[in-house]
T-cell receptor, first 112, second 117 residues
Framework: LAKTTQPISMDSYEGQEVNITCSHN???????ITWYQQFPSQGPRFIIQ???TKVTNEVASLFIPADRKSSTLSLPRVSLSDTAVYYC?????????????FGTGTRLKVLA | GAVVSQHPSWVICKSGTSVKIECRSL??????MFWYRQFPKQSLMLMAT?????????EQGVEKDKFLINHASLTLSTLTVTSAHPEDSSFYIC?????????????FGPGTRLTVL
């Protein structure tokens, strides 16, 4: 079972800021939160990773509250090329094997 | 960043034949590799986890005799779809986790599109 919950889809317009929130109520103490972007017929591409508070890189910011039960990916000024599926992942350490279980992801559509 | 390649990028085969897909970590040693399957407009589904030199661990519902995984070296894992049928047509993606990086670092390949006629 996926350990994360995200909105299934979102629409936005070019130039707007997009915030995608992910719920991960059962996150473990050592788990990091990682976001990936996937275009059709391509493998997921790493966007950003964080453990707590705020992380920022050249493409996105990641906000993580103190209880770490949720996180928000923020994409500033999106463009048409940001239309993709975005996945929030946390590690799943069940059975002693650290592995990623993908949830449904959020299908972002950027409109002109 | 770390690069993972897959070969072939796409393959078409006849029903009943076997197909091998390679996954390589190009610039790092991958102690653990993962195989996913993705159907159109669906999420990635983890099929199995393989550690170098040991047998793969399959997720529930994945037939180990049908999807043979070999992780013989720190840079190569292979997935063989045996006696493929049209329902096996899917997008197969591998990922790799390095031995030097934290266990949170996982790098994905570009995927292999399998079409079984």
């Amino acid at each position: 079972l996926a350990k994360t919950t995200q909105p299934i889809s979102m629409d936005s317009y070019e130039g707007q800021e997009v915030n995608i929130t992910c719920s991960h109520n059962n996150i473990a103490t050592n788990d990091y939160i990682t976001w990936y972007q996937q275009f059709p017929s391509q493998g997921p591409r790493f966007i950003i990773q964080g453990y707590k508070t705020k992380v920022t890189n050249e493409v996105a910011s990641l906000f993580i509250p103190a209880d770490r039960k949720s996180s928000t990916l923020s994409l500033p000024r999106v463009s048409l090329s940001d239309t993709a599926v975005y996945y929030c992942l946390v590690g799943d350490r069940a059975s002693g094997t650290y592995k990623y279980i993908f949830g449904t992801g959020t299908r972002l559509k950027v409109l002109a | 960043g770390a690069v993972v390649s897959q070969h072939p990028s796409w393959v078409i085969c006849k029903s009943g034949t076997s197909v091998k897909i390679e996954c390589r970590s190009l610039d790092f040693q991958a102690t653990t590799m993962f195989w996913y399957r993705q159907f159109p407009k669906q999420s990635l589904m983890l099929m199995a986890t393989s550690n170098e030199g040991s047998k793969a661990t399959y997720e529930q519902g994945v037939e180990k005799d049908k999807f043979l995984i070999n992780h013989a070296s720190l840079t190569l894992s292979t997935l063989t779809v045996t006696s493929a049928h049209p329902e096996d047509s899917s997008f197969y993606i591998c990922s790799a986790r390095g031995s030097s990086g934290g266990y949170n670092e996982q790098f994905f390949g570009p995927g292999t599109r399998l079409t079984v006629l």
